[in-house]
């Protein structure tokens, strides 16, 4: 069993920050790709950021120079530190990691997902 936990989301003003962080925990033999990504009420859910086992990061144009993805591969754990938020930020952020685990019988990779949590700028 892989699972993948988010925390960090709450409720700030604009212009205000937070830090979320999503660990994965199971029996993980290797991460490949770790992502964010965010879904507003009627939206369908938008890539926020992601980054390589290398730590090259990609970021959608929205929050280019305001929001930050780094990772700990000895921690299995990703981070996205988000500055100069806005109200159009708000939305469950979920994060997703492309990773190779072990089923009980053999090796397999797939994607795996987060539960999400709630970001909610105020105007």
């Known amino acids: 069993q892989v699972h993948l936990v988010e925390s960090g989301g709450g409720l700030v003003q604009a212009g205000g920050s937070l830090r979320l962080a999503c660990a994965a925990s199971?029996?993980?033999?290797?991460?490949?790709?770790m992502g964010w990504y965010r879904q507003a009420p009627g939206k369908q859910r938008e890539l926020v950021a992601d980054?390589?086992?290398?730590?090259?990061?990609n970021y959608a144009d929205s929050v280019k120079g305001r929001f930050t993805i780094s990772r700990d591969n000895a921690k299995n754990t990703m981070y996205l530190q988000m500055n100069s938020l806005k109200p159009e930020d708000t939305a469950v952020y979920y994060c997703?990691?492309?990773?190779?685990?072990?089923?009980?019988?053999?090796?397999?990779?797939?994607?795996?997902w987060g539960q999400g949590t709630q970001v909610t700028v105020s105007s």
């Open positions: 997703a990691a492309a990773l190779t685990a072990y089923s009980g019988t053999a090796y397999r990779t797939n994607d795996y």
């Open positions: 980054i390589t086992v290398g730590g090259r990061a």
């Open positions: 199971g029996s993980i033999f290797s991460i490949n790709v």
